[in-house]
């Protein structure tokens, strides 16, 4: 399978380059030349079996690594997760329910990529010979940064630096991070927020002086952010798995549209349910779902993209986010792949803070996307309804989701959906404690208390996390990003 750039500057490459590189050289992100289509009878018989099984089939039409690779690869990727099924779907109505994707060793929807993208990257240079050790740069909002470091964990031929908002994660997320133990991995913390950190990794990335650094020590640069094709492909097969689990569960008939929520961020996890329906999965309303941060909203609803637009932190702290990069590969193929509009717009973008799509573009998005956001009151109200209506225990990610269906609902009725459950609940103690009417101030006291309210038992890996030594204390301005990377790779010895 060949890859291109979004921005159209650069020739084709292969599966393999696209994925070592993570970003196009002409700033562009690469898609797949061509999509695949499905056969739904096909997977439906492979999703009776083991998920890996599932997920390799689908994986196998956007990458030409040999099959029994692939698939022995993808059951080593999720042979850490506590749930048989990997990613369940629950029926909370006869018309609802909730794709849970945190089952993995952090508890986080970035697990379902971030544990195959290690396995993915190592096919990849197997097939191109490629003997330089992987710098992987990571920009996180919160769950990318420890489900990226769980994966790489002293992965040979990797060294891995991850780059996190100051007082921008929640305390849990950021504890994770801190005491990772691998040899191989550095965490930083930028002031500002995750705009700056996503901004600079993107900068290092397409930085040519420093990547002539890197060669000369044996190093070359990729990425774990959802600018990898490496890590959104793998984000397809679960809406597969989902759907055809929904049609088990009675949720939609066979070959029935079936809606998906998505709290969204930098539209990563959105866009692979795109990809899957443009690769043959029925899916009706992709109903996208955003925090106070309401970048997102606004575009879809005016046409206009301003990352000028006020930022807030929030309880929901993944989804604090005014740079939406992946909402670049949907504009390539809703334009019909007009690579030189994309340049145009990323560009004004980039030099003036905002762009504007023509109506008619934006009347093609509306037929499958619908978009609104929840306010912090709406995130907290949500999560205590759902427990008391559902007895059922929600994040502030998935809060949101659920909050902004319910609106959904209000204009277009009871229609087949699932709502993508992002993170654990007790990711977030404090908000999700709060809203169930639980106090305190400890963290690890309130998932005692949360435990006890849901009669569900938290995660092992976040029970003793307060005792796990602080491995990573540095902080930095964003323009030091650079300069902290020669370090931690000893360029300028």
């Excluded at 920009?139 to 420890?146: H, L, N, R």
């Excluded at 921008?168 to 500002?192: D, K, Y």
């Excluded at 907290?380 to 319910?406: E, S, W």
Aim: glycine share 8%; proline share 5%; net charge negative.
């Amino acid at each position: 399978m060949e890859y291109i750039s979004t921005r159209g500057h650069i020739s084709p490459t292969t599966d393999a380059h696209a994925l070592i590189q993570g970003l196009a050289e002409d700033g562009g992100l690469y898609v797949p030349a061509q999509l695949p289509q499905f056969d739904l009878e096909e997977l439906t018989t492979l999703a009776q079996g083991e998920y890996h099984l599932l997920a390799a089939r689908i994986l196998n039409h956007y990458l030409d690594f040999p099959p029994q690779d692939l698939t022995q690869r993808l059951g080593r990727a999720y042979s850490s997760f506590s749930e048989p099924a990997i990613c369940p779907t629950r029926k909370l109505t006869d018309t609802l329910g909730v794709l849970e994707l945190w089952h993995g060793p952090t508890f986080a929807f970035k697990d379902m990529a971030l544990q195959a993208l290690p396995q993915l990257l190592a096919l990849a240079k197997e097939e191109v010979g490629e003997k330089r050790t992987q710098v992987i740069l990571v920009a996180t909002s919160g769950d990318t940064g420890k489900a990226a470091l769980e994966g790489f964990c002293d992965v040979a031929g990797t060294e891995v630096i991850v780059f996190y908002p100051r007082g921008g994660v929640s305390p849990l997320q950021e504890l994770q991070m801190v005491t990772q133990r691998g040899s191989n991995e550095s965490v930083v913390a930028v002031e500002g927020n995750f705009d700056h950190a996503q901004s600079g990794v993107k900068a290092l990335l397409a930085d040519k002086k420093l990547q002539g650094e890197l060669e000369r020590k044996g190093y070359s640069f990729s990425s774990a952010n959802s600018i990898n094709p490496g890590r959104l492909l793998p984000q397809i097969a679960y809406y597969f798995k989902s759907y055809l689990d929904a049609v088990k569960l009675g949720l939609v008939r066979h070959g029935e549209k079936l809606n998906f929520v998505v709290p969204t961020g930098n539209f990563g996890n959105i866009l692979a349910a795109y990809y899957a329906k443009r690769s043959g999965l029925p899916v009706g309303r992709l109903i996208c779902a955003s925090n106070s941060n309401r970048v997102l909203t606004t575009f879809f609803q005016t046409g206009t993209y301003d990352r000028r637009l006020p930022f807030y932190k929030t309880s929901s702290p993944s989804m604090d986010i005014l740079i939406s990069s992946n909402l670049e590969r949907l504009l390539f193929e809703a334009t019909g792949r007009d690579s030189n509009f994309i340049a145009k717009i990323m560009e004004q973008l980039q030099e003036e803070g905002y762009y504007l799509i023509p109506s008619a573009l934006k009347r093609t998005l509306a037929e499958l996307f619908w978009a609104d956001y929840a306010t912090e009151e709406e995130t907290r109200a949500q999560i205590k309804n759902t427990f008391q209506k559902y007895n059922y225990c929600l994040d502030p990610h998935t809060a949101v989701a659920m909050a902004v269906y319910g609106k959904y609902r209000v204009q277009f009725g009871e229609e087949p959906t699932v709502v993508v459950s992002t993170a654990s609940p007790y990711k977030f103690p404090h908000t999700v404690a709060a809203a169930l009417g639980e106090s305190g101030h400890d963290e690890f006291e309130l998932l005692t208390k949360l435990a006890a309210k849901t009669k569900l038992p938290p995660p092992r890996g976040l029970v003793g996390l307060q005792d796990a030594p602080i491995r990573h204390n540095t902080v930095i301005e964003p323009e030091a990003m650079g300069q902290i990377v020669r370090e931690i790779l000893n360029l300028e010895a």
